[in-house]
């Protein structure tokens, strides 16, 4: 019922095992063990608590995880409430949804391209037509007053409600630098078509007063453009 080797046994270039091999309970291996160029596990192995791979390992077409995937303990990434969740050093890099994502913290890039073709675009309307819009939404008391339908009214109303700030983020690895820019919860009263709420995970509450909300900064580039013109 079984083979016991108190010291060495070489059994010829190759063990072939046609059926059925019942090694009792457990195969233990102090040193080392070469299986020819491949393992191949038909159903279920279970390998202790690790298995450690030093050189490459290679997971045919799919590889899936349950939990957290370790590179190191403090740098994983983890499915959280369908969402993708990169942790770098311990801190929040980078969370992934099925609609985009948000980048943490701060992010260097060579080049940024935004798609800007005209065949990806609809309603194209002139900017002072835009902005007018605004301005009578928000005075229409004082717009009914004198209705000229002058651009440079339109664009110097437009530049006189924008207020811009310096600032410091409360939190975060560039809240030690000063900023420049404008806060989104007014310039939403002006240029509400540049203001965006922000996602949040379906693991996170609710923001107290409400979704937070950023500007989309390059747009105005298209207000800036138009007030240099006038």
Same mark, same amino acid.
């Given at each position: 019922s079984s083979m016991s080797v108190f010291g060495g046994s070489r059994v010829g270039a190759s063990v072939s095992v046609i059926s059925f091999v019942h090694l009792g309970s457990s195969l233990s291996l102090r040193s080392f063990a070469r299986l &020819?160029?491949? #393992?191949? #596990?038909?159903?279920?192995?279970?390998?202790?608590?690790?298995?450690s791979v030093r050189s490459l390992a290679k997971f045919g077409s799919n590889i899936y995880s349950h939990g957290k995937l370790y590179f190191s303990d403090t740098t994983y990434l983890e499915d959280v409430s369908n969402s993708l969740k990169v942790t770098v050093g311990g801190n929040s890099a980078m969370s992934l949804t099925s609609t985009g994502g948000t980048l943490h913290g701060l992010w260097y890039s060579d080049t940024v391209i935004s798609v800007s073709d005209r065949r990806l675009k609809?309603?194209?309307?002139?900017? #002072?037509?835009?902005?007018?819009?605004?301005?009578?939404?928000?005075?229409?008391?004082?717009?009914?007053?004198?209705?000229?339908?002058?651009?440079s009214s339109t664009l110097s109303w437009v530049l006189r409600q924008l207020r811009p700030v310096s600032y410091n983020?409360?939190?975060?690895?560039?809240?030690?630098?000063?900023?420049? &820019?404008?806060?989104?919860?007014?310039?939403e009263k002006v240029l509400p078509q540049v203001v965006r709420e922000l996602p949040?995970?379906?693991?996170?509450?609710?923001?107290?007063? &409400?979704?937070?909300? &950023?500007?989309?900064?390059?747009?105005?580039?298209? #207000?800036?453009t138009a007030m240099m013109r006038d």
């Open positions: &020819g160029s491949a #393992v191949s #596990v038909l159903g279920f192995a279970n390998i202790g608590s690790s298995l609809d309603n194209i309307t002139p900017l #002072v037509k835009t902005l007018r819009h605004n301005q009578e939404a928000l005075e229409k008391p004082a717009m009914a007053a004198a209705d000229d339908g002058d651009s983020f409360k939190k975060g690895s560039d809240a030690k630098n000063v900023r420049f &820019g404008f806060i989104a919860d007014e310039m949040t995970r379906d693991d996170e509450p609710e923001p107290e007063g &409400g979704k937070k909300k &950023g500007i989309v900064y390059p747009d105005l580039i298209a #207000v800036l």
